[in-house]
């Protein structure tokens, strides 16, 4: 909103320092630090109000230290998540930008899903909440709203670089760099990481079995698109089990991502590193530096000892804006690596069951490969103090993180 109002001042009164909002680190700095100042300041107040709402967390004994000091400690705090994101990007961000739109979209929608599975566990007594098939349906859902978006959308193009001869000598000699680029263009490519032609189209999925048939690529892409939301979202939730791991390690994943948002919405830094350049995409920006803010600020009352949970308010969104900004910069395949904190948490809940089923088959008695999962609490049961286990893992995710950036270069 203030974009538009700025825009206006500045080309109809010439108002000074009104063309600094057309600067998208301008605005990135202002959206995070007012995204900050909320959720630490107005923070206080949502947690005191669900604290008055009776609003607390019930602890099942799982036999681990500290934990039934947990209980009755206020959940559902994700809201303070959710505002302190939303109310920078409607303030400061380009509303009709197809990127801000799938975030919003994404923001609320999973928002939603993870609100009623918290009502419903605190309200309702319900410990199980919303029925799985429900959350999956969102889930899914969501993802084929994504994906149609990002396919269909006008805006959602990229441009490739001219390789030739008179392009290599004008890169030498010319300071118009969008000359080296090609006219945009609907592309369903996206990147693999330490590959040196690391360029990945869809439609090859689809190709064998004639041109004909690469319109309908689509609907492998949009497939894609619905496992990547849902494992992710499903990872950061299964990650969010002690204090502040899932929004310590959620806010260095996404600031690596906005690394990749500036990178490849910035048509010179593109023509550097030589990665695709994805126009319109820079705005990413702004929504990646409010939700950093936002994680950051809940970390106040979020680290050990909390005084506050985000609940499957804060999780589940957590882990849909995260799949949906991996997908926009086209960086899905380096997940594995960037989110590598979700991903082994949901390994070793997979491995832990799969492995149980299979000895109770065998043997006629479980067996288990972790002395419990998600595998913080393994490290939990070997006696290792929560707050220990957050700050390692957050080292590990920094490792992940700077390890997904430097794949820019190496391939």
């Given at each position: 909103m203030l974009y538009y109002l700025f825009e206006f001042l500045e080309k109809h009164y010439e108002l000074a320092g009104a063309g600094l909002f057309q600067y998208i680190s301008f605005r990135s700095a202002l959206a995070f630090v007012f995204s900050l100042l909320f959720s630490t300041i107005f923070g206080r107040r949502i947690i005191d109000k669900l604290r008055s709402l009776q609003i607390g967390e019930s602890v099942r004994d799982l036999?681990?230290?500290?934990?039934?000091?947990?209980?009755?400690?206020?959940?559902?705090?994700?809201?303070?998540?959710?505002?302190?994101?939303?109310?920078?990007?409607?303030?400061?961000?380009?509303?009709?930008?197809?990127?801000i739109i799938i975030l919003l979209v994404t923001t609320l929608w999973m928002g939603l899903i993870g609100f009623l599975d918290d009502y419903i566990k605190v309200f309702k007594k319900d410990k199980d909440g919303l029925k799985g098939r429900f959350k999956i349906l969102g889930q899914v859902s969501l993802g084929i709203f994504v994906g149609c978006m990002l396919y269909f959308s006008p805006q959602v193009v990229v441009k490739e670089k001219i390789?030739?001869?008179?392009?290599?000598?004008?890169?030498?000699?010319?300071?118009?760099?969008?000359?080296?680029?090609?006219?945009?263009?609907?592309?369903?490519?996206?990147?693999?990481?330490?590959?040196?032609?690391?360029?990945?189209?869809?439609?090859?999925?689809?190709?064998?079995?004639?041109?004909?048939?690469?319109?309908?690529?689509?609907?492998?892409?949009?497939?894609?698109?619905?496992?990547?939301?849902?494992?992710?979202?499903?990872?950061?939730?299964?990650?969010?089990?002690?204090?502040?791991?899932?929004?310590?390690?959620?806010?260095?994943?996404?600031?690596?991502?906005?690394?990749?948002?500036?990178?490849?919405?910035?048509?010179?830094?593109?023509?550097?590193?030589?990665?695709?350049?994805?126009?319109y995409s820079g705005e990413m920006t702004i929504f990646i530096s409010a939700f950093v803010g936002g994680l950051v600020g809940f970390l106040w009352y979020n680290t050990y000892p909390a005084q506050v949970f985000m609940g499957d308010t804060g999780s589940l969104t957590i882990g849909g804006i995260i799949a949906v900004l991996a997908i926009s910069v086209r960086k899905e395949f380096l997940l594995p690596i960037l989110a590598g904190i979700f991903f082994a948490e949901t390994l070793s809940v997979m491995l832990q069951v799969s492995y149980f089923k299979y000895t109770r088959k065998k043997y006629g008695e479980g067996r288990r490969i972790f002395l419990m999962s998600p595998l913080h609490h393994h490290f939990q049961k070997k006696g290792y103090h929560e707050s220990k286990i957050v700050a390692r893992f957050w080292i590990i995710g920094i490792m992940l993180a700077v390890l997904s950036i430097i794949t820019l270069k190496v391939r």
């Open positions: 036999g681990l230290e500290g934990q039934k000091e947990k209980a009755g400690t206020p959940t559902m705090g994700g809201i303070i998540i959710i505002l302190a994101t939303l109310l920078p990007v409607l303030l400061v961000a380009k509303l009709d930008n197809i990127y390789e030739s001869a008179q392009v290599v000598q004008a890169d030498l000699q010319t300071t118009n760099v969008s000359e080296l680029f090609g006219k945009e263009q609907k592309s369903l490519k996206t990147t693999i990481p330490f590959v040196k032609n690391n360029e990945f189209d869809y439609s090859v999925f689809v190709t064998w079995l004639g041109e004909d048939f690469k319109k309908y690529s689509w609907i492998i892409f949009v497939f894609i698109v619905v496992f990547i939301i849902t494992g992710v979202s499903n990872g950061a939730n299964l990650t969010d089990g002690i204090d502040g791991l899932a929004a310590g390690s959620s806010a260095i994943i996404v600031t690596a991502l906005g690394v990749f948002a500036w990178i490849s919405g910035n048509i010179i830094f593109s023509n550097y590193l030589n990665v695709m350049y994805i126009p």
